[in-house]
């Protein structure tokens, strides 16, 4: 255990192996064995699972037991009561929690899923994991210490082409298109892959699978350890207004790109569509 007063990040190792523990427990047996009565829509297009709840259930008791005197923002302990975002501009270090990121996909029985943590502090993220429950990789980053998956220190795909390059992008920002169709009409980009999981998202990025990830929202359990990861491993983040990245806001357009350039690049197509939107892909 450490004493979350002094300030302390905990080992990177320790919680990774929590998480995996967790997954292994109370994700992992519920993949393609769920039943009726254990989803449902808490918001329409929304869905929770038995695995969400109980994989955040878990993860709190033994977070928690880690860090005396640390609190935990979980996804859907926040959606049933949102002053619970009030916690990350209190004092105490915070457990970013998304138990499962991806439900959708989780629920309908196909992969693209991940289990999210982050550590927050003053209002700053410290360290994120991100661990693939059916692949088995987990990404990890601390604050000023790199990012680092089995071992091995990340870094991004940086320097391609941009004609050449893949990432992801949803919802619309500032525009009745959506970013990815306005990114598909530009002919600029080598391709748009929504895999409906920013978790799985930033964890591409983070090993050179893929080059960008954009979002037209940035709920912390979705962002703030992914940002963190990818930044530490080489990438370019911040909201599209040119601020950087702060895990109290929830609805800023958060862009992740693995160079400066791709990320200005990808910036000023979504600008100008906010005026000139694009005709809806097919």
């Known amino acids: 255990m450490i004493d979350a007063?002094?300030?302390?990040?905990?080992?990177?190792?320790?919680?990774?192996?929590?998480?995996?523990?967790?997954?292994?427990?109370?994700?992992?047996?519920?993949f393609r064995a769920l039943r009726a009565g254990e989803i449902r829509e808490k918001a329409p297009g929304d869905?929770?699972?038995?695995a969400d709840l109980a994989c955040e259930a878990a993860l709190s008791g033994r977070l928690l037991a880690l860090a005396s005197g640390s609190v935990v923002l979980g996804e859907e302990a926040a959606s049933v009561d949102p002053t619970l975002f009030d916690r990350l501009d209190a004092a105490p270090p915070v457990w970013v929690v998304d138990p499962i990121d991806g439900t959708i996909n989780f629920a309908n029985g196909r992969s693209g899923f991940a289990v999210i943590v982050a550590w927050v502090r003053a209002g700053?993220?410290?360290?994120?994991?991100?661990?693939?429950?059916?692949?088995?990789?987990?990404?990890?980053?601390?604050?000023?210490?790199?990012?680092?998956s089995a071992g091995q220190r990340l870094a991004v795909a940086a320097g391609m082409p941009l004609d050449a390059m893949v990432g992801a992008a949803y919802g619309r920002i500032g525009s009745p298109t959506r970013a990815a169709d306005l990114l598909i009409a530009s002919g600029r980009v080598g391709a748009v892959v929504n895999g409906m999981s920013s978790g799985t998202d930033y964890l591409s990025l983070a090993l050179g699978r893929s080059q960008f990830q954009l979002s037209s929202r940035s709920l912390p359990w979705d962002h703030a350890a992914g940002a963190l990861i990818v930044a530490e491993a080489g990438a370019v983040v911040g909201f599209i207004d040119?601020?950087?990245?702060?895990?109290?806001?929830?609805?800023?357009?958060?862009l992740a790109a693995a160079d400066r350039g791709t990320w200005e690049a990808i910036r000023e197509i979504i600008i100008r569509g906010q005026d000139h939107p694009a005709p809806r892909a097919g």
């Open 5 to 30: 007063d002094t300030g302390a990040v905990p080992d990177l190792e320790q919680v990774a192996e929590i998480i995996r523990d967790v997954a292994a427990a109370e994700v992992v047996p519920r």
């Open 47 to 50: 869905l929770v699972t038995a």
């Open 124 to 148: 700053r993220v410290l360290a994120g994991w991100i661990h693939d429950p059916l692949g088995g990789t987990t990404v990890m980053a601390e604050r000023g210490r790199g990012a680092w």
């Open 242 to 254: 040119g601020s950087p990245y702060r895990p109290r806001v929830l609805d800023g357009a958060l």
